[in-house]
């Protein structure tokens, strides 16, 4: 298999949601770190030439000893920018040259599996941004500031979307350097090549992709392990 698929993990968050001093991604869920479980899962896979984790910039010379638990060979270190878009750029930079392919994740989603990862890369092999989504099934509401209901909003074309996100290199790249230009960042990748006019696709997600953002989620993280091994 060629090995062609670049992946940037980021990791430099500062965990503002949680309790403790100790970062969200370095903590243990389901018996290791949390960056560890995505770490080890991209690489087993054949087709990846490089894993590049993005972490704090105070870290990147005297990283925690449990992140060379891979294979260290594909395994870079980049610096954390101050947004998580500067981030990314920063990670994307690092990639080698044989990655054609760029997998955009976040650490904070420790569960990923194989056959969503194979879905995304299939269609960013195809020339299309593709991105992992659950459909939304809650109701909708919009409201103002004091929380009174504006609207309701049509969930029929809503989608929860997850990572990773695939692209094909040139074109991620380009809408970073667009939105660099234009001074812009985004909670996700894929709305920089949207910005520009590029298709994004969405591709069938996956529970188990769910992020940990407080500290309740914790706990729901290790239910769901616990009942998926």
Not at 156 to 175: D, G, H, N, S, Y
Not at 204 to 216: C, I, Q
């Amino acid at each position: 298999m060629t090995r062609d698929v670049g992946v940037v993990i980021v990791a430099a968050g500062e965990s503002t949601r949680t309790a403790g001093s100790e970062l969200k991604q370095f903590r243990w869920v389901a018996g290791k770190p949390m960056l560890l479980h995505s770490l080890q899962t991209f690489m087993t896979r054949q087709d990846v030439v490089s894993v590049v984790c993005v972490i704090p910039r105070e870290l990147v010379a005297d990283p925690p000893p449990w992140i060379f638990q891979c294979d260290v060979d594909r395994l870079l270190l980049s610096i954390g920018g101050r947004t998580r878009t500067e981030s990314v750029r920063n990670g994307l930079e690092d990639l080698p040259n044989e990655a054609t392919i760029a997998l955009i994740h976040d650490a904070a989603r420790p569960f990923v599996d194989d056959a969503l990862i194979d879905r995304v890369v299939a269609r960013a092999r195809a020339g299309e941004c593709a991105i992992p989504g659950l459909p939304v099934v809650d109701t909708i509401k919009e409201a103002d500031d004091a929380g009174r209901v504006i609207r309701t909003v049509d969930r029929a074309k809503l989608w929860r979307v997850q990572t990773p996100q695939a692209f094909p290199r040139e074109m991620i790249e380009r809408a970073h350097r667009e939105a660099r230009a234009a001074n812009v960042s985004a909670t996700d990748d894929a709305a920089l090549c949207e910005r520009i006019g590029m298709p994004v696709v969405i591709v069938p997600g996956s529970e188990r992709a769910m992020k940990v953002t407080d500290e309740s989620d914790f706990e729901r993280i290790e239910l769901l392990f616990s009942a998926t091994r």
